[in-house]
Nanobody
Framework: QVQLVESGGGWVQAGGSLRLSCAASGRTVSSYGMGWFRQAPGKEREFVAAIGRSGSTTYYADSVKGRFTISRDNAKNTVYLQMNSLKPEDTAVYYC?????????????????WGQGTQVTVSS
């Protein structure tokens, strides 16, 4: 099992930046592909970004491509999401998740472990 704790959320003006962190405990995070999802009020949870176990492969939703960067530091058991050029439509609770093997990165159902989420609010 792995426990995930997100941090780094907050309030920012449009065009600003935030960096989210996801700290893992329990089983080492290097055993898992990792993903970030987000959920806005009244909307379904949606895929944001994902990264393979070694960090050499990354995936992004079209809506964040070129603005967000996912990375990981397996030595620190931590995954990051650097968010630049933030827009009001990026406002949501952001969740970190650990993926089961041999399943699609972009689907929430592929992920076995989830953090509690961190709120990101972008004002116009």
């Amino acid at each position: 099992q792995v426990q995930l704790v997100e941090s780094g959320g907050g309030w920012v003006q449009a065009g600003g930046s935030l960096r989210l962190s996801c700290a893992a405990s329990g089983r080492t995070v290097s055993s898992y592909g990792m993903g970030w999802f987000r959920q806005a009020p009244g909307k379904e949870r949606e895929f944001v970004a994902a990264i393979g176990r070694s960090g050499s492969t990354t995936y992004y939703a079209d809506s964040v491509k070129g603005r967000f960067t996912i990375s990981r530091d397996n030595a620190k058991n931590t995954v990051y999401l650097q968010m630049n050029s933030l827009k009001p439509e990026d406002t949501a609770v952001y969740y970190c998740a650990a993926k089961s093997p041999s399943s699609a990165y972009v689907l929430a159902i592929s992920y076995n472990y989830w953090g509690q989420g961190t709120q990101v609010t972008v004002s116009s």
